[in-house]
């Protein structure tokens, strides 16, 4: 005599656990997948670090610096006198590097003024010897602590290494190049510099 089994499963459990597990294991998929996916993509703090950085120079008064910071290092902005556009052409003898060709810039802002625009200058604010950030003595001659014969630059207290007010260095410093210029360029009738990206490249 043969058993009957009676099949009692409920038809309405079945597609519950069938739903169900279907569920968990697309979750446990989309787990996988999302970061996978995430890591083909730059992260937040990547992006913010090579991020183009503006600043409106209409409140800068003249002989003002103002420091910013792009891709973690000190940018700074001076807006130059024309006293001080004056020494630029007076001192290249002293200088190991005046016309700037070994320097790390954009090839649009050759000659004495390293800029686009004569007054601003644009230089990341760290010394070519070995990272330090100089320090601005924009006075000149006997009204600067750097000796009668200073045109006013920058003097980076680590190891006395000096740049003119171009962040061009000085012979006999320890810091083998000019400072860098990033790229930049101006925008909102050359009201505002935008540092990090560079539209003539």
Known sequence: MSAIVKDDVDPKRRRLLLIATSAAGGAVAAGVAVPFVASWFPSARALAAGAPVEFDLSKMEPGQQVTIEWRGKPVWILKRTPEMLEQLTKHDGVLADPESKDAEQPDYVKGPT???????????????????????????????????????????????????????????????????????????????VVIGEDTKA
């Open 114 to 192: 390293r800029s686009i625009k004569p007054e601003v200058l644009v230089a990341v604010g760290v010394c070519t010897h070995l990272g330090c950030s100089p320090t601005l003595k924009k006075e000149i001659g006997a009204a600067s602590d750097m000796g009668a014969d200073w045109p006013g630059g920058y003097y980076c207290p680590c190891h006395n290494s000096r740049f003119d007010l171009s962040a061009r260095v000085f012979k006999g410093s320890p810091a083998p190049k000019n400072l860098v210029i990033p790229p930049h360029h101006y925008t909102q009738n050359d009201a505002v």
